[in-house]
């Protein structure tokens, strides 16, 4: 088992995705903010139609039944439509001079208030705040004067309706007034003003949709929170889930820890829970198999060192009293058999004594040059050479013995596949401040497309010459675990004539070196 890093290169966790979604979200309250402002609009202009059409009415009531007008004028009721409030409104009658004969109604001094709930103080609080950021005037439809009657009157009287906003000293519109000409067989007689305060121009229809904006706010906002606490839970039990199976295997891809299952006490269940649940069965098996695996070497050899040694035994006997072609192959086939043995055996107790060895600060440059120039001394037949760059002072944390078996590995390899066109050649140079880098050349073939890396894995093997010898694939892994324990790097590349001296493969080893006092 070993750890997996995603490749690609743009990644978006969970978290982040919906905080996104979150974020998209937050259109609608604008949404909302800018459907208010449209049915301001809407109200507006209805009102002032509903208006227009309130103040011609009456106009021709007061043409045609003036009896009907003065009765209930005197009963107290001026008109009785339904859409005409005269406790916020006021209704003028104006003489064919202009002067102000008859007027009914009133017009509050303060401001218009009706008593809301709380969704619907809520909405208008809503949409007051986001005036405060993106403010917007309504669009009234009529013009806008300070003396608005002056204009209305003059303009009634030479028969037409018009319409004005009554405007404050903050430029504010604070009523709607209206006029029109009052006639008398086929003759202008006066005028009909009538003003409304801005309040009473919305109906309750805005109040209704101000509660909405206020409902839906506080479901938005609930939904939101909702959203956000469950996706912190999910994303926190996903985190933990990814820890905890980090912490089931070790760097080098061991099982270390078994108790999986989540130590907190949950109410709910669900497909997370699930997946847990299921990887904790899969570790379960995959240590039994680990175990097993690890024990098989060992096992191998105890239970097969003795009847190997008495077949090699019996093959010695039988060498001395016949002479037959076939004892030479089964002399072959054994030695075979033991060097399958001794490779497992190997790497098992590599791996055993990497788990249990300590690392110590060590001199690298001095280490290698004492193991290469053995080497180069002792094989001559290997053609090596060896150039080291590193300076004498630089550390390694690890283990020099480790290091050297190492080497065995990569020059037995690097050995076997070269052509003999060139030196085996090993180079140590600095790689930054705090690596150093080991590169062990070799002219020959190239590696196959795709197996820079795998050749790293346990039970490789790419072998074409030497067929005689059996490999199991195991020198390469052992050099990795070695690379592995002193917190390093390898991988391979090819060589070719286009930017290097020669074709053949380079093998590369980092190494971090030793930041210690």
């Known amino acids: 088992m070993v750890g997996f890093k995603a490749s690609s290169k743009f990644r978006l966790s969970i978290r982040t995705r919906v905080l996104i979604f979150l974020l998209l979200l937050t259109t609608l309250p604008f949404l909302a903010y800018r459907f208010a402002v449209d049915l301001h609009r809407i109200m507006l202009n209805n009102q002032a139609i509903v208006q227009q059409q309130t103040v011609e009415n009456l106009a021709l009531i007061l043409e045609n039944r003036t009896d009907l007008w003065a009765l209930q004028i005197q009963s107290g009721h001026p008109t009785r439509l339904a859409h005409l409030n005269l406790s916020n409104s006021v209704l003028w009658v104006v003489n064919e001079y202009g002067k102000t004969t008859y007027v009914v109604g009133q017009l509050p001094r303060e401001q218009f208030n009706i ?27 009529y013009p806008q004067s300070r003396t608005p009657e ?32 009052l006639m008398l067989q086929n003759r202008i007689i006066g005028a009909l003003v009538l003003e409304q305060k801005m309040e009473t121009l919305f109906s309750e229809s805005l109040d209704y949709f101000y509660r909405l904006i206020g409902i839906g706010a506080l479901i938005f906002v609930i939904v939101i929170v909702g959203v956000m606490l469950h996706t912190a839970a999910l994303s926190n039990r996903i985190i933990r889930l990814d820890n905890d199976v980090k912490k089931t295997y070790s760097l080098q891809g061991h099982l270390t820890n078994l108790v999986f ?14 997946l847990r649940q299921h990887i904790d069965e899969m570790l379960k098996q995959l240590s039994g198999y680990e175990r097993y695996l690890k024990q098989l070497p060992k096992t191998l050899r105890h239970e097969l060192h003795n009847p190997l040694n008495r077949l090699s035994m019996a093959l010695t006997l039988l060498e001395k009293d016949t002479e037959h072609s076939q004892l030479e192959y089964a002399k072959h086939a054994l030695a075979q058999l033991k060097q399958i043995i001794a490779s497992l055996s190997e790497a098992t107790s590599i791996e055993d004594s ?45 283990d020099g013995f480790m290091l050297e078996q190492m080497m065995d590995k990569l020059l037995s390899n690097a050995i076997d ?11 140590c140079q600095p790689l930054g401040a705090d690596k150093v880098i080991i590169r062990v050349e070799n002219s020959g073939p190239a590696l196959p497309a ?9 039970m490789t093997s790419i072998r074409t010459l030497n067929q005689g010898q059996t490999h199991l694939g195991l020198g390469l892994y052992i050099v990795k675990l070695i690379v592995d324990f002193h917190k390093g790097k390898v991988y391979a590349e090819n060589m070719s004539k286009t930017k290097d001296a020669f074709d053949g493969v380079r093998f590369n080893i980092e190494l971090p070196l030793y930041q210690g006092s």
Not at 152 to 168: D, F, H, P, V, W
Not at 417 to 427: C, I, L, T, W, Y
């Open 115 to 141: 008593h809301n709930d709380f969704y619907t103080a809520a909405g208008k609080l809503i949409i007051k705040t986001f005036a405060t950021f993106i403010p917007y005037s309504l669009p009234y439809p």
């Open 150 to 181: 002056k204009t209305l009157i003059e303009n009634a009287l030479r028969g037409r309706t018009l319409q004005q906003y009554r405007m404050n000293s903050d430029s504010q519109p604070i009523s709607l007034m209206s006029a029109t000409p």
């Open 450 to 458: 795709g197996y820079e890396q795998q050749i790293f894995d346990g």
């Open 417 to 427: 596949f070269s052509d003999g066109q060139r030196p085996v050649h090993v180079d």
């Open 261 to 274: 299952p989540e130590q907190r006490n949950r109410f709910y269940f669900d497909e997370l829970s699930d």
């Open 354 to 398: 990497l788990h249990s060895q300590i690392p110590e600060a060590f001199p690298i440059a001095v280490m290698l040059d004492h193991y290469m120039h053995n080497n180069i001394t002792l094989h001559p037949e290997w053609s090596l050479t060896y150039q080291c760059r590193i300076n004498k002072h630089a550390q390694v944390m690890g």
